[in-house]
């Protein structure tokens, strides 16, 4: 896996600097409700570390519907509605879903699951990778920047 990759849409082009910081598949609620799929392909980096050649030309909503003073912040395309990005208005990670953010396979696998509920009836993910109740617990939050 290269360190730099890009994706984004036909108006607002993005690319990263350096390997990301955590790549997991999420098996969170707000996940499920904003990407409609059953376990989503989740992707952190540094915040400085996903640049966006037009941040002017992107809506911003909060990420999650039920927290909506939430530090995270779902930013689309004001042209075509495309999803982006995930903004921490904290300034510590920029988050990256690639099969919805242009960026395909130029990522590499999820490393591990997070977030899996058992209560929620779904099976346990049985394709070898760790499955936590949360991120991965050697997981620390990078610094603002």
């Known amino acids: ?17 350096h390997a990301p ?3 997991h598949t999420c098996h969170c609620s707000v996940c499920k409700n904003v ?12 915040h400085g570390d996903v640049v966006a050649d037009n941040e002017a030309g992107m809506n911003r909503q909060p990420f999650n519907a039920n927290n909506p003073d939430g530090p995270l912040e779902l930013c689309t395309c004001g042209t075509c509605g495309a999803p982006i990005m995930l903004d921490d208005k904290q300034h ?3 988050v990256i879903v690639p099969n919805l953010m242009g960026y395909g396979d130029q990522i590499g696998a999820a490393s591990y699951h997070a977030f899996y509920d058992p209560a ?12 936590y109740a949360a991120l991965r617990p ?3 939050w990078p610094q603002s920047s």
Do not use: A, E, L
Not at 35 to 46: E, K, L, S
Not at 120 to 131: F, I, L, N
């Open 21 to 23: 910081i955590d790549n």
């Open 138 to 140: 050697d997981f620390v």
């Open 120 to 131: 929620t009836g779904t099976p346990k993910p049985s394709d070898g990778r760790p499955v």
């Open 1 to 17: 896996m290269s360190d730099q990759c890009s994706g984004g849409c036909d108006h607002i082009h993005t690319h990263t600097k």
């Open 92 to 94: 510590r990670i920029r």
């Open 35 to 46: 990407t409609g799929q059953d376990t989503t392909h989740v992707v952190f980096y540094n």
